[in-house]
């Protein structure tokens, strides 16, 4: 039988080690799908458990970094710089008021925005990766996984596998 788990996010790690190592000890394949790598919580994983990172999902976009210098730091420097010669002290206010009720807006928006797009990258790709290893179950350890798992349930259906919310014991193959 072959077990997905897809713990990604907050969740504590050592739950998915835990929950994947139980599995693969059981005799199933097991494929972890978990967010950035980190060698110390791979390490734990079983040696037949395959371990797949969605670093790039998980990744700022370039778009962000462009935003945040053109709309924020661009400004903010130049501000700075006018604060050193004779307006020194509009520039100062200039500064004040563009960091407090522009550059502050900027920033919200934006970061909310990423996020949002952060998301949706991450789910495409859970909605990709999960489908094409064919697993028989799919466990879905927090909210999260919840969240990305509604990418490929109509694929579930036509597949008849099985959800979880916790590997708890042996399932037999059906």
């Known amino acids: 039988m072959r077990v997905a788990i897809i713990g990604t996010g907050k969740y504590p790690r050592a739950a998915v080690v835990q929950e994947a190592n139980r ?8 494929l ?3 967010g950035r ?13 395959e371990v797949r990172h969605d670093v790039h999902a998980l990744a700022r976009t370039r778009g962000s970094a462009a935003v945040r ?16 010669g004779p ?3 509009p520039a100062g206010k200039a500064l004040t008021v563009y960091r407090n009720r522009i550059a502050q ?26 489908p094409a290893w064919e697993p028989d179950l799919v466990v879905l350890l927090n909210v999260e996984a919840i969240a990305l798992a509604d990418g490929f349930v109509p694929w579930l259906e036509e597949r008849a596998a099985m959800v979880a919310f916790a590997y708890a014991e042996p399932v037999a193959a059906h």
């Open 23 to 30: 599995a693969a000890a059981d005799g199933h394949d097991v």
């Open 87 to 89: 307006l020194h002290r």
């Open 105 to 130: 807006r900027i920033e919200i928006r934006w970061n909310a925005a990423d996020r949002a797009l952060r998301v949706r990258l991450l789910a495409a790709a859970v909605a990709e990766g999960v």
């Open 37 to 49: 790598p980190d060698e110390e919580f791979d390490a734990g994983f079983d040696s037949a458990v």
């Open 69 to 84: 210098k053109v709309f924020v730091k661009a400004p903010l420097r130049l501000l700075r710089r006018m604060q050193v």
């Open 32 to 34: 972890a799908l978990v």
